[in-house]
């Protein structure tokens, strides 16, 4: 596919061939892509002058900002390797992450060092502030202007859901990869722009990066998620496409009210997991162009997303994989027949060749001929069209029978005056496990537990039906907006939302 397995370095090639486009917008500050590879030339030389080399390994810590932008093109110049950190992550946790990644240097800023001071015990080089950087002189060096496609860009590690983070190997050959089938099927248009208020150190918001100089498009930068700003950004035409989860697309919906999208936006992406059927037929009948996927740190973001041409008739489907990927389920018998529910695997050239230092987890993970076996429960249809139903982890075993959550969560929201809706399952004496739901209802709403328990009851099997329910105010959620039912879990555990 490429000469000798190597990549130009994408944003030298750009910079190159569309100078002069826009490459980066943020509040009112504008880089085309001349400017951008300028300042990230003057930044690798300050990051080399601090002692950062080709082949060090560099732990990321940054808000959505451009200067993250900037430092992570700047470290693909320098020949490093980038450990990308959630900033939501208590200090515990961002160490084990430093440790484990055996990372030589921090990149960060002065709010989140003196938020997470201990972190700086465990960085055995450089710890460099973004704002110091601008003070620091500059050294040259030999630019990377070409990629090998199986040298490591990023480790970015997984939510440890199921035990520890493990740290994903993401080659530039899986970012391409990605970034090459997302085209093949979204298409390019020569106005596209792509709103970015996924963080950048997540899968979804990095892919986006790569995907702006592969394509020559700009990329929408938001700091935060602002469903009020973002809406006057997408009705205004300002963007063709947004990446977003669910919790995103209930938000930005309920504050469109009864306006309507600039015709320019052809694309929500929708990813993080099944989405409420109720939610896309109301984006359906408001003309809101949703276009499900799947995917997930391991396969460098989506791996199936539901092509436009379908996007309407198979609604509740995360679509075929993408042109250089394959999907399969597999049950304990074997190789699923259609509409038969098991685990969903995966191959194709955007899936992680392992996780670090984890060989047990590579065994169990990875088979001998390159697939991988993600977790996830789903089918496949007669025509071959994903449906994600669950994480394999969040699977709710009661009484013998198989409960998955996200069945629940979909009727529950189904209910107008609910907001957002996560059903888990906790141990019982008598059935194993229960289910409990927790629900945030929409604002100048009130919902009784009777009339969510009575709509369970007509639409559900008596063992799914929750044994309790819990109203709060809001979800605890990952920085990529997923919910995070192992965090409600433990809280109903401890007692800590009363009995």
């Given at each position: ?302 791996i199936v997303t539901l092509s436009p041409e379908d ?27 259609p509409q038969e529910i098991g685990e969903i695997v ?48 969040d699977l709710i075993i009661s009484g013998g029978e ?98």
């Amino acid at each position: 596919m490429f000469s000798e397995q190597m990549i130009p370095n994408w944003l030298l090639k750009r910079a190159f061939l569309t100078p002069d486009r826009i490459a980066l917008m943020f509040y009112n500050e504008k880089w085309t892509f001349k400017q951008l590879k300028e300042e990230v030339e003057s930044t690798a030389k300050k990051l080399h002058f601090c002692g950062i080399e080709k082949g060090n390994r560099v732990a990321v810590l940054l808000n959505n900002h451009p200067k993250m932008v900037i430092i992570l093109h700047a470290l693909q110049l320098l020949g490093c390797e980038a450990v990308l950190l959630n900033i939501r992550l208590q200090e515990q946790e961002l160490v084990f992450q430093i440790k484990d990644s055996e990372v030589r240097h921090l990149i960060t800023e002065n709010e989140l060092l003196l938020e997470k001071k201990e972190i700086q015990l465990h960085i055995p080089n450089v710890i460099l502030s973004i704002e110091q950087l601008e003070e620091i002189a500059e050294k040259d060096f030999e630019y990377v202007t070409e990629f090998h496609i199986n040298d490591i860009c990023t480790i970015m590690y997984t939510s440890g859901t199921t035990g520890f983070p493990k740290g994903v190997l993401q080659t530039y050959g899986n970012h391409w990869s990605s970034a090459i089938g997302n085209v093949l099927n979204l298409g390019l248009q020569e106005n596209d722009a792509w709103l970015t208020a996924v963080p950048l150190f997540h899968i979804s918001g990095f892919s986006i990066l790569v995907r702006s100089v592969l394509y020559g498009m700009p990329v929408i930068l938001y700091d935060k998620f602002d469903e009020a700003r973002i809406n006057e950004d997408l009705i205004s035409g300002k963007a063709t496409i947004m990446s977003v989860v669910t919790t995103m697309l209930q938000r930005l919906v309920n504050n469109l009210g009864d306006r309507s999208y600039h015709p320019s936006l052809r694309c929500f992406l929708l990813g993080g997991g099944p989405a409420p059927v109720s939610l896309l037929e109301i984006c359906k009948s408001k003309g809101i162009p949703v276009f499900q996927s799947y995917g997930m740190t391991e396969t460098s973001s989506q791996i199936v997303t539901l092509s436009p041409e379908d996007s309407l008739e198979k609604i509740g489907s995360a679509g075929k994989p993408l042109f250089f990927s394959q999907v399969k389920i597999v049950t304990e018998e074997g190789l699923a027949e259609p509409q038969e529910i098991g685990e969903i695997v995966v191959k194709g050239p955007n899936v992680t060749k392992g996780y670090y230092k984890r060989e047990e987890a590579n065994e169990k993970s990875f088979s001998k001929d390159g697939w991988f076996y993600t977790g996830d429960v789903g089918y496949l249809d007669e025509e071959g069209f994903l449906f994600v139903i669950d994480r394999r982890s969040d699977l709710i075993i009661s009484g013998g029978e198989n409960i998955y959550p996200a069945e629940i969560e979909n009727v529950i929201l189904s209910h107008p005056g609910i907001l957002e809706a996560a059903v888990v399952g906790i141990s019982d004496e008598k059935w194993g496990q229960v289910p409990y739901a927790f629900f945030v209802e929409k604002n100048g709403w009130h919902v009784s537990e009777l009339e969510l328990q009575k709509l369970c009851e007509e639409q559900l099997a008596k063992y799914k039906v929750p044994k309790r329910w819990i109203q709060t105010s809001e979800l605890p959620k990952t920085a990529s907006n997923k919910v995070m039912r192992r965090r409600l879990r433990e809280l109903v555990e401890k007692n800590e939302w009363g009995n």
